[in-house]
């Protein structure tokens, strides 16, 4: 959030008739304050846009703080106006409709610090049925605005964009050791930053290429420290842990039975699942609750 929110605003400003000076009054903070926020100098504080939300939102009833999250023609619609044209810089290698990138852009703006950090992967091993592997990795806001995604282990090695949109996460990667592209889609659990996703990989992981779905789960390990070249070690120090996970002490049976569980016809005869889907946040939740990993 920064200039894209400052966009936002001058557009909610203009629909409303509303100048820059009034809306300083009216949430009593100074006029130059507003004026670093409609220019994207900074971003308001929660507490200042939940304040300046709430007072929008007496003009244009039912706007939320989740409004400002929209894709710019969205917004725009709500206060009944043209979308302002937005140039954002386009990530290389992902062919997206301009909409779906600007939705993407305006989430990461909003919250993508909440994102950032040391995350550690579990997930079945498709080579060796009932193991597990563990690979550690990072995230962080990139220099084109959007988060930066990379996870791996001895033999592999994910990099590519996150795209969070509407509450959950899209991964366009590639592995980097054998050039082959994956995808990932993830539920998301959340407090004031992201702590777990829960979601789908969808790639050819096998020594014959067949194409696999099964599910994998993100769980925040660690926080940035702000030093860019001693974050890149602490990764790579992560990424040289076993990635092949043998001791079954090191996944909780909630854990085992979350990533592996029956589907099908006959699972759905008994109150299953029919297809293989992502679980919501609330099962999510207690799974992570009940995991005690070391970091």
């Known amino acids: 959030m920064s200039q894209h929110f400052g966009e936002r605003l001058t557009l909610a400003l203009k629909a409303l008739s509303m100048s820059r000076g009034r809306l300083a009054a009216e949430l009593e903070v100074d006029k130059s304050l507003v004026g670093r926020w409609a220019s994207g100098a900074v971003s308001p504080s929660s507490h200042n846009l939940e304040r300046l939300t709430h007072l929008l939102a007496r003009k244009l009833p039912g706007l939320t703080l989740l409004d400002w999250e929209r894709a710019p023609g969205e917004f725009a619609a709500l206060f009944g106006v ?4 937005i140039a954002v810089e386009r990530p290389s290698g992902i ?3 301009d909409a779906t990138i600007d939705a993407a852009i305006a989430s ?10 040391f995350w550690r992967a579990t997930h079945p091993a498709i080579v060796a049925p009932g193991r597990f592997f563990h690979e550690h990795g990072i995230i962080r806001i990139g220099e084109n605005g959007l988060l930066r995604f990379e996870l791996g282990g001895a033999d592999v090695r994910y990099v590519g964009t996150i795209l969070p949109i509407e509450g959950q996460v899209f991964v366009v990667a590639t592995d980097s050791v054998r050039h082959l592209p994956c995808y990932m889609i993830f539920n998301i659990v959340t407090m004031p930053r992201i702590v777990a ?4 990989l969808l790639t050819a992981g096998n020594a014959m290429r067949d194409p696999s779905a099964y599910p994998i789960v993100l769980e925040r390990i660690g926080d940035l420290s702000g030093d860019v070249a001693a974050d890149d070690a602490h990764v790579e120090a992560l990424m040289k842990r076993p990635q092949f996970v043998q001791d ?14 029956d589907v099908g016809p006959a699972a759905a005869k008994l109150g299953g699942d029919l297809l293989l889907t992502a679980a919501g946040t609330s099962s999510l939740t207690r799974v992570v609750t009940a995991s005690s990993y070391p970091g």
């Open 82 to 85: 043209d979308p302002p044209r």
């Open 95 to 97: 062919a997206l409709p």
């Open 108 to 117: 990461t703006r909003m919250r993508g610090e909440a994102y950032e950090g």
């Open 197 to 200: 996703m829960d979601g789908l």
């Open 248 to 261: 079954e002490a090191l996944v909780p049976q909630a854990m085992r039975d979350h990533l592996i569980r």
